[in-house]
C-alpha cells in the first residue's frame, strides 16, 4: 500500500499485535512518536499526552485484553481517537457503560475486528444469497412474525499459542465470530432468546444460541490438532460456506490492511466534523456492534463458569 496519510500515533502494547499494526500504519505514511509495552511506560505516555508533550492523533491499543477498558478510558478523558485491539472488553457491564459514554462524551473508539475486512466476507456480501438473507432478516423484523431462522455455524480451531492467555477462549477467538454475526445478520434481528453450552474449558467452547429468528452455533478451541476458521450459513433449505483462512496463501496482511484503511476513513471524518457535537458517526454502529458481542459472550462466564465456581464453593 503507497504512503496515503501524515498522521501521528502512539502504540500502547508492543507484541505480536501491536508490531504488526505498527508496521502496517507505517507503510500508509503514520509516525509513531511513542510506544510503550509496560505499565508504566503506558502511565507515562498518557502524562505526556495529557501536558502536551506529546501530540498524537490516535492511539493503537493492542495491550492484554484485560487492560483495554483502562486504556480506552484513558483515551476519552484526554479525547484521544483510539482503535483497540479485540476484545473491546472483558465485561458486559463495561461494554453497556461504554456504548452510552462513547456517545455523550462524542468520542471515538474503532475496534480492530478485523474479520469483517475479510475478502470472503467481503465476497459474501455482495452475493444473491447474502441480500436475499437480509431481506428476509428485515421483512421479519418489520413484520413482528414468527418466522423460520437463518442459521450459522462457526468453527474457528488452531494449536496452542502462548499469545492471548489472559482471557479464556471466548473473549479470545469466539468473539470475533460474534462480531461477524452482528455484521452479517443484522443487529436489529438478533433477539435474544437462550443459549447454551455442550463443552467449556478455558481453550475450548461449543455453545449454541437462539435469536429467535437467527440461530447460531460456535466453536472455537486453541488447544487443536488442526486450524480452521470456517462460517456455513443455512437459510430456507439453502447454504454456503465460507472459508475465512483462505487468503492467508495470497496476502495474509489483507484484512488487517483494509481495518486500518476503514479506520484511517473514519478518523478523517470524525476530525473534520465539529467536535462540540454529538454526530451519527457511521463508525459508532461497529462499536455498538462489537460492545454487544462482549455482552453476548460474557453469558459463558456469568451462566456456565460463575455455576461451576458457584457448585464448587459449595462443596
Same mark, same amino acid.
Given at each position: 500500500?503507497?504512503?496515503?496519510? &501524515?498522521?501521528?500515533?502512539?502504540?500502547?502494547?508492543?507484541?505480536?499485535?501491536?508490531?504488526?499494526?505498527?508496521?502496517?500504519?507505517?507503510?500508509?505514511?503514520?509516525?509513531?512518536?511513542?510506544?510503550?509495552?509496560?505499565?508504566?511506560?503506558?502511565?507515562?505516555?498518557?502524562?505526556?499526552?495529557?501536558?502536551?508533550?506529546?501530540?498524537?492523533?490516535?492511539?493503537?491499543?493492542?495491550?492484554?485484553?484485560?487492560?483495554?477498558?483502562?486504556? @480506552?478510558?484513558?483515551?476519552?478523558?484526554?479525547?484521544?481517537? @483510539?482503535?483497540?485491539?479485540?476484545?473491546?472488553?472483558?465485561?458486559?457491564?463495561?461494554?453497556?457503560?461504554?456504548?452510552?459514554?462513547?456517545?455523550?462524551?462524542?468520542?471515538?473508539?474503532? @475496534?480492530?475486528?478485523?474479520?469483517?475486512?475479510?475478502?470472503?466476507?467481503?465476497?459474501? &456480501?455482495?452475493?444473491?444469497?447474502?441480500?436475499?438473507?437480509?431481506?428476509?432478516?428485515?421483512?421479519?423484523?418489520?413484520?413482528?412474525?414468527?418466522?423460520?431462522?437463518?442459521?450459522?455455524?462457526?468453527?474457528?480451531?488452531?494449536?496452542?499459542?502462548?499469545?492471548?492467555?489472559?482471557?479464556?477462549?471466548?473473549?479470545?477467538?469466539?468473539?470475533?465470530?460474534?462480531?461477524?454475526?452482528?455484521?452479517?445478520?443484522?443487529?436489529?434481528?438478533?433477539?435474544?432468546?437462550?443459549?447454551?453450552?455442550?463443552?467449556?474449558?478455558?481453550?475450548?467452547?461449543?455453545?449454541?444460541?437462539?435469536?429467535?429468528?437467527?440461530?447460531?452455533?460456535?466453536?472455537?478451541?486453541?488447544?487443536?490438532?488442526?486450524?480452521?476458521?470456517?462460517?456455513?450459513?443455512?437459510?430456507?433449505?439453502?447454504?454456503?460456506?465460507?472459508?475465512?483462512?483462505?487468503?492467508?496463501?495470497?496476502?495474509?496482511?489483507?484484512?488487517?490492511?483494509?481495518?486500518?484503511?476503514?479506520?484511517?476513513?473514519?478518523?478523517?471524518?470524525?476530525?473534520?466534523?465539529?467536535?462540540?457535537?454529538?454526530?451519527?458517526?457511521?463508525?459508532?454502529?461497529?462499536?455498538?456492534?462489537?460492545?454487544?458481542? @462482549?455482552?453476548?459472550?460474557?453469558?459463558?462466564?456469568?451462566?456456565?463458569?460463575?455455576?461451576?465456581?458457584?457448585?464448587?464453593?459449595?462443596?
Amino acid at each position: 500500500m503507497q504512503s496515503s496519510c &501524515s498522521y501521528k500515533a502512539v502504540l500502547i502494547g508492543n507484541g505480536t499485535m501491536g508490531q504488526r499494526h505498527k508496521r502496517l500504519f507505517e507503510e500508509v505514511g503514520v509516525e509513531f512518536i511513542g510506544v510503550a509495552d509496560t505499565a508504566a511506560e503506558a502511565a507515562t505516555l498518557f502524562e505526556q499526552i495529557a501536558v502536551g508533550a506529546l501530540a498524537p492523533d490516535f492511539a493503537v491499543v493492542a495491550s492484554p485484553a484485560v487492560t483495554h477498558d483502562e486504556y @480506552v478510558k484513558k483515551c476519552i478523558d484526554i479525547k484521544l481517537p @483510539v482503535l483497540v485491539e479485540k476484545p473491546v472488553f472483558v465485561s458486559a457491564v463495561a461494554a453497556m457503560e461504554y456504548q452510552k459514554l462513547v456517545l455523550e462524551r462524542n468520542a471515538f473508539v474503532f @475496534v480492530g475486528h478485523s474479520e469483517r475486512y475479510n475478502p470472503a466476507i467481503e465476497n459474501f &456480501s455482495k452475493a444473491v444469497f447474502f441480500k436475499e438473507m437480509r431481506e428476509y432478516l428485515k421483512y421479519w423484523n418489520l413484520q413482528k412474525k414468527d418466522a423460520g431462522p437463518v442459521s450459522f455455524k462457526f468453527t474457528r480451531t488452531h494449536g496452542f499459542s502462548p499469545r492471548n492467555r489472559d482471557v479464556p477462549v471466548e473473549y479470545d477467538l469466539m468473539i470475533h465470530d460474534m462480531d461477524l454475526l452482528s455484521f452479517l445478520g443484522d443487529k436489529n434481528a438478533m433477539m435474544y432468546k437462550s443459549f447454551r453450552c455442550e463443552e467449556l474449558s478455558d481453550d475450548r467452547v461449543h455453545a449454541f444460541y437462539d435469536l429467535r429468528t437467527l440461530k447460531a452455533e460456535f466453536i472455537a478451541d486453541r488447544n487443536c490438532a488442526s486450524d480452521s476458521r470456517m462460517v456455513e450459513i443455512s437459510m430456507n433449505g439453502r447454504s454456503v460456506t465460507l472459508d475465512l483462512g483462505a487468503y492467508r496463501n495470497g496476502n495474509p496482511a489483507y484484512a488487517l490492511q483494509k481495518e486500518h484503511q476503514a479506520f484511517l476513513n473514519y478518523l478523517n471524518s470524525y476530525r473534520n466534523s465539529a467536535q462540540d457535537e454529538v454526530h451519527e458517526y457511521d463508525w459508532y454502529g461497529d462499536f455498538y456492534d462489537a460492545c454487544n458481542a @462482549v455482552i453476548m459472550v460474557s453469558l459463558i462466564g456469568e451462566v456456565y463458569r460463575k455455576g461451576r465456581a458457584n457448585e464448587t464453593d459449595a462443596k
